[in-house]
């Protein structure tokens, strides 16, 4: 559901749902990607600039390349825009229902169970929620969880969503979304996350990192068959993994992580399940 579609000073009502996995105790998975942006295709459009989203191997708890690169970067003055711009970013994917939006869709899904992507912004809404004491369940609860409003507005030439929050009272699932679950069965979030590189991805992975800084054109003999453009085709039919439309949300970028620690979080989550 791409909800940074809605329309400026509108919202969306969204109720999160957890993953299928029960090993994952948060009820979301985090996501890190590179993006790269190149002029042209070698044999293509030379002048339409392209971008290419690749995985962070950071992800996994690997060390990237990339990053080992960039980072001394940010203390030169004169590269710490090159830096950002190469930096992970992140997002997250969730699960559940919309309850209330202004979109039209043209065609709505029969499982009515969607998949969102959240920014770092309204990430650290929705997980600084988790560490308030008003909230004696966890929001994906079935009988006292809590619906959560995409509140969009504009600062400067990007979307805004820092008036987003959660509801003030809890609502239990309607018969019609408890329904929607018994048919359907919850997502497991893993299977929404990329495929996490070999050592000769990684390899591939850091040469387009240098042909983009460089300046270079996309060149799909060399890297399509391992990450390519959107419209961009694999020569040799390998299981590339093309660059995601609507992967990410029209917003600033930046390599803040969100304030609240992932320690801190997953200690309140296993202190509710426990009460």
């Known amino acids: ?15 999160f749902l957890p993953d299928s996995d029960e090993t994952n105790t948060f009820f979301w998975k985090e996501r890190q990607m590179i993006r790269m942006e190149f002029p042209g295709v070698v044999g293509g459009d030379e002048h339409k600039p392209v971008t290419v989203q690749v995985p962070c191997i950071e992800m996994w708890g690997d060390s990237c390349p990339v990053h080992a690169e960039i980072r001394p970067w940010f203390k030169d ?117 990329p495929k996490k590189p070999s050592a000769e991805d990684v390899g591939i992975i850091f040469e387009m990192f240098e042909a983009s800084v460089d300046g270079q054109l996309y060149d799909p003999a060399r890297f399509a068959d391992y990450y390519r453009p959107y419209g961009v085709e694999a020569p040799n039919n390998r299981n590339a993994a093309p660059a995601e439309m609507g992967a990410t949300t029209p917003a600033p970028a930046t390599t803040d992580d969100a304030s609240t620690s992932a320690a801190d979080i997953l200690a309140m989550i296993r202190q509710r399940k426990e009460n």
């Open 77 to 193: 003055p004169s590269m710490e825009d090159m830096a950002r711009k190469y930096w992970k970013k992140r997002s997250y994917i969730f699960q559940g229902f919309v309850t209330q939006s202004e979109i039209k869709e043209d065609t709505v899904p029969e499982n009515p169970i969607r998949r969102f992507v959240i920014s770092p912004q309204i990430f650290k809404i929705i997980s600084q929620a988790l560490m308030d004491p008003d909230f004696p369940e966890i929001p994906t609860d079935y009988e006292a969880g809590t619906d959560f409003r995409v509140q969009k507005s504009t600062k400067g030439q990007y979307a805004d969503y820092s008036t987003s929050n959660w509801a003030r009272r809890e609502r239990s699932l309607d018969q019609v979304e408890r329904d929607a679950i018994t048919n359907n069965g919850l997502f497991n979030l893993n299977d929404f996350l």
């Open 1 to 15: 559901f791409a909800h940074w579609n809605i329309p400026e000073g509108t919202s969306a009502t969204l109720r």
